[in-house]
């Protein structure tokens, strides 16, 4: 069964930078559309931001112009580029299809805090 490892999560200031990694274990993230998702203490799980096999974009209000989505077929990966990092922003990430089709992974804790 394919598997989902997100990584990059860390503590990081206001303001600051990280980029997200999602790595599958098999040939999925040319096949259907993958999303970034999030889940912040005390809150469902929300759809942050999906990308198509053509490469078509859609994010969510409250990180458009600050998050960047790619996707590396060959590798199976995708990433998330997290700029202008705010404390709301402070969530368990997880990548999944859109919509969701695969066992979770653990996700990866990104804190912001000064």
């Known amino acids: 069964q394919v598997q989902l490892v997100e990584s990059g999560g860390g503590l990081v200031q206001p303001g600051g930078s990280l980029r997200l990694s999602c790595a599958a274990s098999?040939?999925?993230?040319?096949?259907?559309?993958m999303g970034w998702y999030r889940q912040a203490p005390g809150k469902q799980r929300e759809l942050v931001v999906v990308?198509?096999?053509?490469?078509?974009?859609n994010y969510a209000d409250s990180v458009k112009g600050r998050f960047t989505i790619s996707r590396d077929n060959a590798k199976n990966t995708m990433y998330l580029h997290m700029n202008s990092l705010k404390p709301e922003d402070t969530a368990v990430y997880y990548c999944?299809?859109?919509?969701?089709?695969?066992?979770w992974g653990q996700g990866t804790q990104v804190t912001v805090s000064s």
């Open positions: 098999g040939s999925i993230c040319s096949i259907w559309p």
């Open positions: 999944n299809t859109s919509p969701s089709r695969l066992p």
């Open positions: 990308i198509t096999n053509g490469g078509s974009t």
